[in-house]
């Protein structure tokens, strides 16, 4: 069992930067690749950035290459999302989701998930 919790979310300006935290619980977290993932309202959860166990790894959606940065330290049983250059279309709930196996960016691979944190960009 994982347990995730996201924090850093909030609202910035259009421009602006945040850095978004999902701490899991369990000693397993290394085994893991972790993804993050973002709902708007009234679209489907679409994915994000992905990051292998080893951080050998990372994967992003196009509409964010270049701009968000995903990394991990299994030490502390965190995974990071840093990102830059935030535009309105970045708004959403974020999630962050953990999966042993399987697509990176297929929300329906994650076995476990966080509860989500609200990003507003500002125009």
């Known amino acids: 069992q994982v347990q995730l919790v996201e924090s850093g979310g909030g609202l910035v300006q259009a421009g602006g930067s945040l850095r978004l935290s999902c701490a899991a619980s369990g000693h397993t977290f290394s085994s893991y690749a972790m993804g993050w993932f973002r709902q708007a309202p009234g679209k489907e959860r679409e994915f994000v950035a992905a990051?292998?166990?080893?951080?050998?790894?990372?994967y992003y959606a196009d509409s964010v290459k270049g701009r968000f940065t995903i990394s991990r330290d299994n030490a502390k049983n965190t995974v990071y999302l840093q990102m830059n250059s935030l535009e309105p279309e970045d708004t959403a709930v974020y999630y962050c989701?953990?999966?042993?196996?399987?697509?990176?960016?297929?929300?329906?691979?994650?076995?476990?998930w966080g509860q989500g944190i609200q990003v507003t960009v500002s125009s």
């Open positions: 989701g953990a999966m042993l196996a399987g697509l990176v960016r297929s929300r329906y691979e994650y076995d476990y």
């Open positions: 990051i292998t166990w080893n951080s050998d790894v990372t």
